[in-house]
């Protein structure tokens, strides 16, 4: 709330009146004492002087020196009473009470904006509020919900704009001497109506999601709010939906247009125009809004192109063009390839004509970050010796790469890992020795955008290898561009396997695959203390480069070291776990007791009887048994963990116990529990003598409250019907009492809310992300009929601003209460799911066919989005998949968008590797030969059969359904499955490694 004072400072600025030099130079001395004191810590001294200095400029009606004491009696109270921030608000109301125009307006400017800051530092708390038909204390603003905030702040702020056409004539050139001025402010706010505008601007512009929004929101939907000047000030604007922050911004930003349109000077009308497309654009719900908002610009700069300006223009319409580069995706998306390098151009030309404006500055900084150079290299982990290798390149605006592979020890790595300071790492690395060097030409077509490509990377001998990548020829420097990776050449693999409770590790060769026989490996951990005990282990591995062990420990950051002959790698970190599938028990283990408590409800009244039973259990290492005749304690506590009873209960041969206890009539109401625990009452070997515990939260929890039982039950009957957005909905519920009869003539409370879901697929493909926010579609009062029915009626609104293309499914809760004539209240709710699309079907067929066995089947279901079913008529087709000629090794990183190597030389260096990402995706296999083509009507039956198979080549094939929703739209599903035969003599199927 210290914040607040902060308000202030602002509004220092502004005045209507003109005073003398010599009482200017009162203030200044006046001041200067406060500021003394202030200085001293004496802000109780401060605070009186301020006071004269308040009175005095009451006197005066000295608007600006008024609000500069109201700033500092405010920030001095904070600091010298506890809980001031009441007393600041009612300071300033007092003060709005008293005063005129304008010093009125710009006080009431300000209390909104302290309202709006309160809320912004205490949102939390105003989200837990639940909101209120009167204000719960109308002087303590702390007190308000989040509607009646808004709305307080919403009425000052627009009270703040009143007699606008006079608050348009005070201007602000007579008060330099006290303005704390930025250089040319007053070119974009040149009154008192544009500060105080602007400021109500920033307030409407925040859009608050979590207020309670009517169906009948307000949305930007006409194109025209993104025209130009002329276009924008002939729109009428105004909606149901008084209380849009959105519609309000826009009613300020028309008004100020007009304001500005014969402006001499077309600064504040080229800001103030810029600044609203800015945000039409960001919330309009219509389509191709890029091309819109490009083409205003264009006319905006058409119109003020000869005015230094209008380089703020050209900023803004090369930072689309910027943004829109951004979607460039060399895969999937080329179209705005290109689009910074016409932003590049938009910023030289601003920058030449108007080289002092202020957007020129802005294209500077555009430029700066177009042109700007990176490099990034990775390797593989682990390559083989003496054996091509390459590195994936990532780039932007470069030519060409040096390459230096450093030999470096782990235990260089490790100290080079805690090297943060660039000018250190470099220092680091020039001590090192290199041995190789290369450099390659990087492909630069002047696009601006970052690249990937891979170069071959030199036979390597055994080691660890620092790679650093620089852009200029042996200059390793603070200021130069440059990139590192580590790898190890070995051509030793370590696997790892947990089987039955061991662990089993085996040492391959990498080229080969074959077993590694007499390789040693040394496990060893690091960081150990009192939670990470130290292991310290060598194994050399048998004929199947196998060795194997088991652990009673826990073990963490283990490093593997694996040596044979000459080559050495290292692996890790791993963990070890405690071994516990040890078929024998060590009789020192740790026994754990577990009781499993159970009651003849869940819910019971103050007063009523708990029937409850308790099995018990006894383990020890893997082994469970049940626990036999002994004693244990059965404790009841109430809500206040209070303790309300206790039983000594001797459990039977079979483990079990039952009891009761009697709740208390007149005790607490709320969540009860019941404990079990050893008996201390009675003797026992048992627990005298042997190492066990009872195991944790071993309670068990029931309610306990004063309710009635349920004289009646309502619900809502299905939806079957198939809908379309914007259709009018109509749901259909029943109250209807146990005993048979239909609830009459009861009161119906019902919301409807809107949600929506995307398909997942989505996001699978690096298309955009959307988000929907949920909104209250409609609420209202009915009653039921003499058949207890009751029908609740609303408007399937789609929201807007989700794009069609992402396929949503926007979901309407309905919520109803049903209220009888004897006060008891039932609740339910459904949801009605509609879309673009009004159908789902999807086709399943098992994941694995074996080819010579009969009777396969396809399932086909077709429902509405409600998941009803819809009978409907479409198409099964079959493909085989074309899968790669041999086993391929998976790709370490996906396929550059640059590819240095033509596919034959790629083939021939990488035989086990493929050349493009679409080879070892099978999402991507291509089709082949149709081998099954069938129509199918789910009216008649949602089966197919598909019949004798056995000519089919085993391998990899699609399923294909195909059909239409009522409306005519397509509906698409797939799944992809296996083919086989057991007798098969060669396999047929290529997998990726």
Known sequence: MKKVALSFLVFILVSQLSFSQNRYSDYLRDWKKVYQLELEALPKSALTEVEKIYVQSKKENNTPQLLKTLLYKSKFALILEENAQLKVIKGIEAEISQSSFPTKNILESVLADIYWQYYQQNRWEFYNRTKTTEKVDSSDFRTWDLQTIFEETHRLFQNSLHNSLELQQVGLSQYNEILNLQVRSKEYRPTLYDFIAHRAINFYKSDERNLKRPSYKFELENTTLLGTNK???????????????????????????????????????????????????????????????????????????????????????????????????????????????????????????????????????????????????????????????????????????????????????????????????????????????????????????????????????????????????????????????????????????????????????????????????????????????AINRNFTTDKNGQFSFSTKKTYRSIIATARYKDDMATFGDYSLYRNYKNNTIDDDEEITIKPFIFTDRS???????????????????????????????????????????????KLNEFGSVSGEFILPSGGLTGEYSIEIDESSEYDSTFYDNTDFYFEDYNNYTFSVEEYKRPKFETSFKPVTETYKLNDSISVHGTATAFAGSSISDAKVQYRVIRTANFPRWWSWYSRPSFSSDELEITHGESSTNAEGNYTITFKAIPDLKVSKDSQPTFNYKIFADITDINGETRSTETMVKIGYHALTASVSIDAKIDKSN???????????????????KGSIKIYKLQAPEKPLRKRPWNAPDYQNFTENEFRQLFPH?????????????????????????????????????????????????????????????????????????????????
């Open 231 to 533: 276009q924008f000030v002939t729109i009428n604007l105004s909606s149901k939906d008084s209380l849009s922050q959105q519609l309000h911004a826009l009613k300020l930003y028309k008004n100020l247009t007009l304001f500005h349109l014969k402006d001499s000077n077309p600064t504040a009308l080229i800001d103030l125009t810029l600044k609203r497309l800015s945000f039409v654009k960001t919330n309009a719900v219509f389509e191709n809004k890029d091309s819109i908002y490009l083409n205003t610009l264009h006319q905006l700069k058409s119109v003020h192109k000869n005015h230094e300006a209008s380089a703020e223009i050209d900023f803004r319409i090369a930072q689309l063009y910027y943004n829109q580069a951004k979607k460039y995706n060399p895969k999937t998306n080329e179209e705005h390839r290109f689009k910074k390098a016409k932003a590049l151009e938009i910023c030289e030309r601003a920058i030449a004509n108007f080289p002092t404006s202020i957007g020129a500055k802005k294209c500077e900084n555009l430029k700066t970050k177009i042109l700007q150079k990176t490099i990034k290299i990775t390797a593989e982990k682990y390559i083989p010796i003496s054996t091509p290798s390459r590195l994936l390149i990532q780039y932007q605006n470069i030519e060409k790469t040096y390459f230096t592979a450093y030999k470096i020890s782990k235990k260089e790595q490790k100290k080079f890992h805690k090297i943060h300071n660039d000018s250190a790492r470099i220092a680091f690395i020039k001590k090192l020795v290199a041995t190789k060097k290369w450099k390659a030409n990087l492909r630069n077509e002047n696009d601006y955008q970052q690249h990937k490509t891979e170069v071959l990377l030199p036979k390597l001998a055994q080691g660890n290898y620092l790679m650093v990548a620089t852009t200029e020829k042996d200059v390793l420097a603070t200021d130069k561009i440059r990139a590192y990776t580590f790898m190890q050449v070995t051509n030793l693999v370590l696997i790892e396997k947990t089987t039955e409770g061991k662990y089993k590790y085996q040492v391959v060769d990498r080229n080969t695959g074959k077993p590694i026989e007499n390789a040693t490996v040394n496990l060893k951990n690091y960081n150990t203390g009192r939670y990470n005990k």
């Open 913 to 993: 590797d493929s050349y493009t990402d679409d080879e070892n995706d099978e999402q991507k296999w291509k089709k082949r030969a149709l081998v099954f083509d069938k129509t199918f009507n789910t009216e008649k039956s949602k089966e197919m059969n598909l019949g004798n198979i056995k000519k089919w080549s085993s391998g990899k094939y699609i399923v294909v359904l195909e059909c239409k929703d009522k409306f005519g739209q397509n509906v698409k599903d797939e799944q992809r499955f296996t083919v086989f035969n057991n007798k098969d003599r060669f396999l047929t199927i290529n997998y990726s490694l």
């Open 603 to 649: 819910i019971y009244r103050p007063g009523q009887t708990v029937h409850f039973k308790v099995i018990v259990l006894k383990k020890q290492g893997e082994k469970s048994e049940v626990f036999t005749n002994e004693y244990i304690e059965v404790i009841l506590y109430d809500a206040n963990n209070q303790e309300v009873k206790e039983l000594n209960l």
């Open 854 to 872: 009969k009777d396969h089947k396809i399932n086909i279901t077709t429902n509405n989005l409600n998941g009803e079913f819809v009978p409907t």
